[in-house]
């Protein structure tokens, strides 16, 4: 798909590293005018930031939390009102369960993974259609998982959580549609982010079969999300990502 971003604005969640950085990277390579960064991590935000900006895009850097209701509407706020819109939103910020894993998790782990994952994504989604269903349409694109379609016995509640995501993006997109919003979402398979890292820390029977599992780079994934947010005519797809 060719790049459609020209003078618009997108914000990518969870871009201080992996797929959120590569993403932002794309879509500052192909035009866009601004990006706005969310991320709970500075250090990583201000890389990501640096690098978009080498790439002739203006960068917006913002530390947020995505389950945070009121800080995320801040946040979108600003950067509609700083960078001058909002097109595209990529509500990519996830977290994992590590261990232990369900059911020995703590139930402060349940509320974070439950809150990142699927609360982060329907806020971000709410915020988005809101401004964008007013203001000529726009394009939004979660990243969900393989692990949201096919079962993650090491991981229940990381697939639980991403399983939402997509049945959000497949319930929502039809009446997003009738107000000139595209919905969609990926689900790449294994991707070498630190949060893969996260995830398999402390289990050395994970660590062993990653050993023999094809991982992508977050480029790659990053094209997947690019590709389905600028085509016009994809709209309620939630296309599995998986190495070439």
């Known amino acids: 798909m060719g790049p459609e971003p020209q003078g618009r604005v997108a914000i990518v969640t969870g871009a201080g590293s992996g797929i959120g950085r590569a993403t932002a990277q794309l879509f500052a390579s192909n035009g866009a005018a601004a990006v706005g960064l969310f991320d709970v991590h500075k250090a990583g935000l201000d890389d990501t930031a640096d690098l978009v900006v080498a790439a002739g895009c ?111 993006t497949r319930s929502s997109a039809a009446d997003f549609a009738t107000r000139g919003v595209r919905l969609n979402a990926v689900c790449p398979a294994l991707v070498d982010t630190p949060m893969l890292a996260f995830s398999v820390e402390g289990s050395d029977d994970l660590i062993d079969a990653l050993k023999h599992a094809p991982v992508m780079t977050p480029e790659f994934v990053a094209k997947a999300i690019f590709d389905l947010a600028v085509d016009p005519n994809r709209v309620g797809e939630t296309p599995s990502v998986l190495p070439s």
Request: net charge negative; charged share 10%; glycine share 12%.
């Open 58 to 168: 203006e960068a917006m850097p913002v530390v947020v939390d995505v389950s945070d209701a009121e800080a995320m509407a801040a946040a979108v706020s600003n950067v509609i009102g700083r960078l001058g819109g909002l097109h595209y939103m990529i509500n990519n910020a996830a977290t994992m369960t590590g261990q232990p894993a369900f059911p020995e998790v703590s139930f402060g782990q349940i509320d974070r993974v439950i809150g990142v994952n699927v609360g982060g994504v329907l806020i971000g989604t709410k915020l988005a259609h809101d401004h964008m269903a007013a203001n000529g349409g726009g394009s939004i694109v979660s990243t969900a998982s393989g692990a949201g379609k096919i079962p993650l016995p090491s991981d229940p509640l990381y697939s639980a959580s991403k399983a939402a995501v997509v049945m959000l």
